[in-house]
Every structure is written in C-alpha cells, then in structure tokens.
C-alpha cells in the first residue's frame, strides 16, 4: 500500500513528505499545483482546497500535524510514536502549540519577505510578528535545557512535527542566539536525512 501525499514541497506539504522519508513508508507524491487547489479533483480529497493531504488506502486527512500524528502512531516504530498515554500527550501538545503560539508569526515574516512585493509589504504587521514570538520561544527553548530533543534523548513525532513550523526561523533569518537549546535542536532535527530528502522533492 503507498499512501498519497498530495501538495507541493514549497508548502506545508514538506511536513508530511518528511515523515514519510523518516519512516520509510512507501508513497506517491501528487505534487498538485495551488492553482488546482480549488477544482473539483482536488476537492474530493481536500474539501477545504488547502494542503497538506492525504490518501491512505481510501483514508483520506487533511491537517498537516493530524496527518503527520496519524502516519506516526499507524507506521512508526522504536518509540517515534511514544507508547506511553503521558508521551503521547506530549506530542499533541508540542503539535498544538507550534500551529497556535509560534506558525502564525512566522509565517507572516516569511511571506512579507519573500512572496510579497516590496510596495505591498507591511512593516507594522511584521513588527508586531516579531513581538510576539520572545515569549514562546522562551518556552521552547527551557523546555529543551538538557535534553537533545522534546521528549529526552530520541527523535520523536513531536520534534519533527514542531520543527516543521520552526524550520521557518531559518529563511527568514530570525536571530536564535538568545535561545541556545533552540537552535542547537533545530539544528539537530533539520540536519536529518530525510528532512533533506522531503526536501529535495517537487
Ligand atoms: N492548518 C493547515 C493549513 C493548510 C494550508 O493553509 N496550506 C496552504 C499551503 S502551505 C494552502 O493550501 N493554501 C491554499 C489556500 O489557502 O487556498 C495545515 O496545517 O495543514
């Protein structure tokens, strides 16, 4: 069984594509264009027309870290998917907490700076971006004093899932040197063969 991944690299769609490289599950990648987001074939997968989504065997998701949780806790091994109740949790909340603390602000930079042009970019929105990311970030980064990753000393569905948000500092150049453990981990997280691997995809 592969399972369908539809969406292109350069979108949240790289979430999924990463998992799918880190645990080896068989996959066809539907690059579907945004164009097409909205016609009626892509409709029947996604009736948001937005992507990441998925196609397991008739299965179909939407949600970037829905997918990635569900493709974790189906296809994961070696504790990527933690098997305790308590871990798990743990990874629903670092998921949680990437999409409402910290996707948003970022993703607002990242478009000012590079999908839009310079006479419609709006300095006081990326300001108030900029503001409201300290606070988070300090979170983040006491979470990982001590440890290599977000649950102790493995890799696991959440680091992947909350880097997939975080990768977004890198682009936009945000200064991590107040949060050492952060950037040491997005490091750790991003220099892994398969977020390379999603990457090099289409
Ligand atoms: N919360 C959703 C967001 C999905 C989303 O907005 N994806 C963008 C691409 S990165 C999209 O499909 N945009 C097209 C549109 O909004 O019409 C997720 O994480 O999957």
Redo the contacts with the bound molecule.
């Keep these: 069984m592969t399972v369908k991944i539809y969406?292109p690299t350069a979108?949240?769609?790289s979430?999924a594509l990463w998992i799918v490289h880190e645990l080896a599950i068989p996959f066809e990648h539907v690059a579907v264009e945004?164009k097409d987001?909205?016609g009626a074939d892509f409709l029947k997968v996604n009736p948001?027309?937005?992507?990441?989504?998925i196609d397991d065997g008739g299965f179909k998701l939407?949600?970037?870290?829905?997918?990635n949780l569900y493709l974790a806790a189906k296809y994961g091994k070696d504790g990527f998917m933690p098997a305790s109740i308590e871990e798990q949790a743990l990874t629903w909340q670092w998921s949680f907490w990437g999409?409402t603390e910290v996707?948003k602000p970022l993703l607002t930079i990242l478009i000012d700076m590079y999908m839009t042009p310079p006479d419609k970019r709006k300095p006081e929105a990326v300001a108030d971006a900029q503001k409201m990311l300290p606070k988070p970030f300090g979170v983040l980064n006491a979470a990982l004093a001590g440890r290599d990753y977000l649950l102790g000393s493995t890799f696991t569905v959440a680091d992947l899932n909350l880097a997939s948000v975080m990768s977004w500092a890198k682009p936009i150049k945000f200064d991590l040197s107040p949060y050492p453990n952060i950037a040491a981990w997005l490091d750790r997280c991003l220099s892994r063969p398969a977020y390379k691997a999603a990457k090099g995809t289409k």
């Design positions: 969406g979108s949240r769609t979430r945004m987001l909205k948001n027309g937005k992507v990441p989504a939407f949600e970037s870290m829905a997918i999409m996707e």
